[in-house]
């Protein structure tokens, strides 16, 4: 871990805390499409299940004024499925595992209100976010900001360090414009907040920082 802040002019040149946020930009949810049909994320479960396949997995576009949220690509990426045990139907409710026995549930579109919530209660819940924190590793050098976007440092990080992640800031905004979202760090003895994603205000290009997605962090992390 470098503690140097050269990483304001190298890569968060004119960002910084920008008051309070605007309410441009669409909410994500993770999909996924498999045989027609497409399934919504609906929470956590540690019930038993048994690999059926593959999925396309959705991507996501939350930041900026035409952000489309979730969608499909042309070429969207493959996920492995699961099917509960215990008769569930596969074409109403799959799995996707996420980690330590944890499947990820999703639940078809067209299923009704009524139906997805006896098959939440059928599904016990089980939650991933984790009290002591995850473990998040810099994909880039990336300052450790007071608050979250913000251009005063405590710390700098360099391609590889690997700090612990406390919570999770969906949405904040530099002093341009820019926005994005950061997760609380614990860097030594210093304590503040690295990026995770930026769009960028001039080019509309998105910058990540770290190699864990803002999914999975979003999953995993309560709200700061």
């Known amino acids: 871990m470098r503690w140097s802040f050269a990483v304001l002019v190298m890569i968060f040149p004119l960002l910084g ?3 309070p946020e605007s309410p441009a930009g669409s909410d994500c949810s993770l999909a996924v499409h498999r045989d027609a049909t497409t399934y919504i994320e609906a929470g956590f479960t540690e019930h038993a299940a048994s690999k059926v396949g593959k999925a396309d997995g959705a ?5 900026g004024a035409d952000a489309r949220g979730a969608y499909f690509a042309e070429n969207p990426h493959q996920v492995d499925v699961w099917s ?4 569930l139907d596969s074409s109403k409710v799959i799995g996707v595992r996420e980690s330590n026995g944890i499947f990820r549930v999703f ?12 098959l939440s209660r059928v599904l016990p819940r089980a939650s991933t976010n984790d009290p002591q924190g995850v473990t998040v590793t810099a994909a880039r050098e990336v300052l450790v900001s007071t608050t979250p976007l ?3 440092g405590v710390a700098s990080l360099v391609e590889g ?12 905004q530099t002093n341009i414009g820019a926005r994005g979202s950061a997760v609380r760090v614990e860097a030594g003895d210093e304590t503040g907040y690295a990026a995770v994603a930026i769009r960028d205000v001039e080019t509309d290009e998105r910058i990540t ?8 962090l979003r999953s995993h992390l309560p709200e700061c």
């Open 17 to 19: 805390c920008g008051g």
């Open 59 to 63: 991507d996501c576009d939350d930041m």
């Open 84 to 87: 509960f045990d215990g008769g």
């Open 107 to 118: 639940i078809a579109e067209a299923v009704s209100k009524a139906e997805a919530k006896e």
């Open 150 to 152: 913000g251009d005063a």
């Open 161 to 172: 360090d690997s700090v612990t992640a406390s919570c999770f800031v969906a949405r904040a």
């Open 209 to 216: 920082f770290l190699e864990q997605s803002e999914h999975w």
